[in-house]
């Protein structure tokens, strides 16, 4: 049978690791990015238009489709973990409940049967704090998770404000020029801000590597809370059986032996037993008695068990 305490054990350090960001890579900075940040409307590509030059916004337009994948409802993911957090540590109390009262409740008892029942109760005590530990590590998760992709969000929206501040400064210079080069300098400026644009799409397309790395990371953490949560279910079920069948014996044993005690067994009575306890006339039961002092020469004739005989 799987160790219950082992099981615990390894749901709560699962459960530390997703909280300390283990599974966050450097390359996105420790993700200690505000949930908040989720939400955040940005429009990097705004300043370009803003600067007069919305013909390179069009070319340039494949940077920002990233930022809006990246976009979430911080709200949503907070609710969410916060009702799975609590509902965890709700029931992890209840397992604290059980452990607290069970040893009391059962001080006084001893064998073998007490020593089971404790154990059992430690053990239904761990499997329902693992529940409880399960629905703490999968809000964790979530939270962590959407802190991750916020902190990916700013850093593309970073990347992009970069890009578009070359553009900006490439096209002043090149319309400065214009005139002076009959527009050959806007001509020649137009492919090289798109140049600069791929350029940081591929610093984009690392980042969003790292995250999905790092989604990587944490499903295989959440794929041993689910795991651990699997075994914890069926352990509380084995231990349920194990307890119901214990339970079953003991009163099948306990009512066989009332059986037994309340009635007397076979030998008791011999064959004859059917003339010394029944109910016809003087003459039979005056040959019965002298047929039972002939079975006992010498001897006192054993005492008849009327009371046994009127309960039979």
């Known amino acids: 049978m799987t160790d219950s305490s082992q099981l615990l054990t390894d749901l709560k350090t699962t459960t530390q690791a997703v909280e300390n960001h283990d599974w966050v890579s450097a390359g996105l900075g420790g993700a200690t990015t505000a949930l ?17 030059f919305g013909m390179i916004t069009e070319l340039v337009r494949f940077l920002e489709e990233p930022l809006k994948q990246l976009q979430g409802n911080p709200d949503s993911v907070s609710s969410h973990s916060q009702g799975m957090e609590g ?6 109390s209840v ?11 059962t001080s006084g008892w001893s064998g073998s049967s007490a020593s089971s029942y404790r154990d059992n109760s430690s053990q239904h005590a ?11 590590a999968m809000a964790k998760a979530a939270t962590g998770a959407g802190k991750v992709v916020a902190k990916a969000q700013q850093e593309v929206g970073g990347l992009i404000s970069e890009a578009v501040g070359q553009i900006i400064q490439l096209m002043t210079q090149a319309f400065a020029a214009a ?21 940081y799409g591929g610093q984009i397309a690392q980042k969003l590597g790292v995250l999905l790395s790092d989604s990587d990371n944490l499903l295989q953490l959440i794929t041993s809370v689910t795991q651990g949560l699997e075994a914890a279910t069926q352990l509380m079920t084995k231990l349920s059986e194990a ?41 039979d039961s005056d040959s019965a008695l002298d047929s039972a002092d002939s ?11 009327v009371s046994t005989a009127q309960q039979s």
């Open 295 to 305: 079975q006992y020469p010498g001897q006192n004739r054993p005492r008849t068990p």
């Open 36 to 52: 908040d940040l989720l939400g955040a409307s940005q429009d990097p590509l705004a300043a370009l238009t803003s600067a007069g």
């Open 243 to 283: 307890s119901k069948s214990g339970s079953g014996e003991s009163s099948s044993s306990s009512d066989s032996s009332q059986t037994s005690s309340s009635y007397p067994s076979s030998s008791q009575y011999s064959s004859s037993s059917d003339s010394q306890y029944s109910d016809s006339s003087d003459s």
């Open 179 to 199: 005139q002076a080069t009959f527009g050959a300098s806007i001509a020649a400026a137009i492919p090289q801000a798109v140049a600069i644009a791929t350029q």
């Open 126 to 136: 761990d499997c329902v704090e693992a529940v409880g530990q399960a629905g703490i």
């Open 87 to 92: 509902g965890g540590q709700q029931v992890s």
């Open 95 to 105: 397992a604290d409940d059980y452990r607290q009262s069970a040893g009391p409740e």
